[in-house]
């Protein structure tokens, strides 16, 4: 299924079809504020290690990320967050960033890296974040990664419905994304490091 939302002001029943998705456990690409990607619900084992699948990964080897919809969530899935790092979260988020941060307890063990970290993203996208609002917990995002050097595979939403749509339950329409991935910055030591360098430009 090929579903057209519009990305600054997204339909609630439009994003209850994809909320319904998930909950019944499905995959659905979605845009975000750089790549499109892949995406479940991050309580749904099933669905996570069929992405795994997906992607030729390793679930237990994997660093997936989640989406979350605000800062507020934070405290949810991670350890205090020292004050210095919370002000830089609150500068450039939402935005084009992941934030590698110390998971704790309430984290699925799937997302756990060996040193029980996390990744964290608050896109600035409007679908991705109604999403996430409506369904009520974090999604899973992973980039959708072909391996063709045509960029329109990547950020075309009807080519990757075209490519990819028998792969998962919904491919939503949100207009053309980026072919550049988020920035992922390391939060978890004294000083932070950028790990990659994506489309973000950190404010300090």
């Known amino acids: 299924m090929l579903l057209k939302i519009h990305p600054e002001n997204p339909n609630q029943r439009e994003i209850g079809i994809i909320v319904d998705i998930l909950k019944k456990g499905g995959i659905?690409?979605?845009?975000?504020?750089?790549?499109?990607?892949?995406?479940?619900?991050i309580h749904n084992l099933k669905a996570?290690?069929?992405?795994?699948?997906?992607?030729?990964?390793?679930p237990a080897k994997s660093h997936f990320s989640f989406i979350c919809y605000d800062l507020s969530h934070l405290s949810d899935f991670t350890k205090q967050i020292d004050s210095s790092v919370y002000k830089i979260l609150r500068?450039?988020?939402?935005?084009?960033?992941?934030?590698?941060?110390?998971?704790n307890?309430?984290?699925?063990?799937?997302f756990k890296s060996k040193k029980k970290t996390v990744g964290i993203r608050i896109p600035d996208n409007n679908i991705a974040r109604e999403i996430v609002k409506e369904l009520g917990n974090?999604?899973?995002?992973?980039?959708?990664?072909t391996n063709d050097d045509i960029i329109e595979y990547i950020t075309?939403?009807?080519?990757?419905?075209?490519?990819?749509?028998?792969?998962?339950?919904?491919?939503?329409?949100?207009?053309?994304g980026k072919n550049i991935p988020s920035t992922i910055v390391d939060c978890t030591s004294n000083e932070l490091e950028i790990i990659r360098q994506g489309v973000g430009e950190l404010e300090l």
């Open 28 to 41: 659905i690409i979605y845009p975000t504020d750089t790549v499109y990607g892949y995406g479940c619900d």
């Open 48 to 58: 996570i290690e069929k992405i795994a699948r997906i992607k030729n990964l390793d």
């Open 91 to 103: 500068k450039n988020l939402p935005g084009p960033f992941t934030f590698i941060l110390q998971a």
């Open 105 to 110: 307890n309430n984290v699925p063990r799937i």
């Open 138 to 145: 974090p999604i899973l995002t992973t980039s959708v990664i």
């Open 156 to 176: 075309d939403p009807e080519l990757l419905h075209e490519n990819f749509g028998h792969l998962v339950d919904a491919v939503i329409d949100g207009g053309a």
